[in-house]
């Protein structure tokens, strides 16, 4: 090859990677990107749809078939019965989270900051964690009967311990740092709570939420099933006492997936908004 | 304008097996008002034990550490802190961290936009008051610092190795815009670092402490005129400093 051929082919090379590297390489891949989120949630709901169907022809006296289960769901859902029993057991879930949390943040963070806190109360919640969610619902029914005392007291005393662990773990790990700033800076002592402190507990309060919401639903279930005349957990019960398969499941399915929306929708949400000053983190870039 | 005065001051440690150790033993200099005076001393002798206690992080076991200004003696009065790692809230925006401060300072909130806003523009950062710390590099986050501990407008402002956590081109760049600033805005400085030419460039007072336990070496004025620039001046005065520190330490050796 001639010299000035080379040269030209080389300059021509130069411009070529220059010119991609002008043009930002964002917005390519975005159908490949969604696929790759999309697609194995949809494959694992499907698989499990698959097995039911395959074990419905195979067992039809077993189980009802997923058609005639959704159609079940699809009627609860449109004549409003869904809701009104949904909005039941989320007041009474809600209700007890809340009361949960404001106890479990004020204990927390005296339990990680006071030594003699963390003696008198780490021996409780050790004892709290091993007491089933079932056991406070057959307590909470025989302490205060049918009423709704009951899911709100059996709620809160479930995820209690869960939540403490979860704030008192993350108190112990502030950073002294940023307190020994507020201090220098002359903080007072509720802006050292609101914007030094509970910021970083964030992190620790939405693992905690996360738990405690999976903990307070099955516990709320169990309450509603012997201790209230609705909800979805009072739902189900009906539906099992005239050996309605096709009301459980869909019942079962509904508030799954009203459970579903709620965790990873809401909670994701609120909880993005509350760390966009972190930068994003891709663990498994190449 | 204030002095910050130290007379006598004295800090005991314990050790692991709980037997007493002095860190500062008799140490008394001033700080005087509209100057930057600088602290040099060999690495783990007491220099930031001082500035914890000058900020009420710490209490010293004897002696008194005395904030005159106006001719008064005041209690605790507010202190700007630029420490060695930029210490921002990181869910805080540049802009609202310098509020915070301003808010600890007792400024009132009308004041506060154009505070925050004369101090960015000082430290070359004004575009950034609505971004986030952890967007920001290592010296502009350390720049932040030093705006924020300027902002809160106390007489006297502690700068503790501001520097020593960013490379050396990032640290002569802050080193100048903070010199720069002490000489515009005279503040009363205490500023703490093991870095000779730093401490030549930076000072117009220097403090050099003895070995654990950290009291008085030598006070010594800096001969350089200013407004101060990086020049081969800078280097010598740095090599008489370093006489003094190194000679002194092989002396007790």
Known sequence: MAYEERNALMAADRTGVAGAQTVPPFGRSI???????????????????????????????????????????????????????????????????????????????????????????????????TIPGLMWALIAVMLFGINEFSPYFAVTVTIFPMLVINIWAGVKSLDKELMDMS???????????????LPQLVPN???????????????????????????????????????????????????????????????????????????KIDVWRR | MAELLVKDAEKWFRREDGSPFKVIDQLSFEARAGCVTVLIGPSGCGKSTLLNSIVGLEKLDRGELLFVSDGKTRERPLIGYVFQSPRLLPWKTIGAN???????????????????????????????????????????????????????????????????????LTARQLRETTRGLCEQLHRTVLFVTHNLAEAAYMSDFVVTLTRRPASLDEYVSNPLPTPRRWGPEIYSFAAQLETKVTLKEEADL
């Open chain 1, 31 to 129: 159908g490949r990107d969604l696929s790759a989120r999309v697609l194995p949630p949809l494959l694992a709901v499907a698989s499990v749809i698959l097995l039911w169907w395959a074990l419905y022809l195979i067992y039809p006296r077993l189980l009802p078939s997923p058609l005639s289960t959704v159609r079940e769901a699809i009627r609860l859902v449109s004549d409003g019965t869904f809701f009104f029993h949904m909005y039941q057991s989320l007041r009474r879930v809600f209700v007890g989270a809340v009361i949960a949390m404001f106890f479990s943040v004020g204990i927390g963070i005296y339990m990680g900051t006071v030594a003699m806190g963390e003696r008198f109360f780490q021996p409780l919640i050790v004892l709290g964690l």
């Open chain 1, 183 to 197: 201090h220098v800076f002359h903080f007072t002592k509720w802006m050292k709570i609101s914007q030094v402190i």
């Open chain 1, 205 to 279: 309060i939405f693992a905690a939420t996360r738990y405690g919401l999976g903990l307070a639903w099955k516990v709320v279930v169990v309450v509603e099933m012997f201790g209230t005349s609705n909800g979805v957990g009072y739902q189900v019960m009906k539906s099992y006492q005239v050996f309605n398969m096709e009301g459980v499941i869909a019942w079962t399915l509904t508030f799954v997936l009203a459970m579903i929306v709620i965790e990873y929708g809401l909670i994701n949400f609120a909880e993005q908004r509350l760390t966009a000053w972190r930068p």
């Open chain 2, 98 to 168: 310098i509020a915070l401060a301003l808010k600890g300072a007792g400024v009132a909130r009308s004041a506060w936009g154009l505070q925050i806003e004369r101090y960015l523009k000082l430290v070359g950062l004004e575009e950034y008051v609505n971004q986030y710390p952890l967007y920001l590099s290592g010296g502009q986050r350390q720049r932040v610092g030093l705006a924020r501990a300027l902002a809160v407008e106390s007489d006297i402002v502690l700068m503790d190795e501001p520097f020593a956590s960013v490379d050396e």
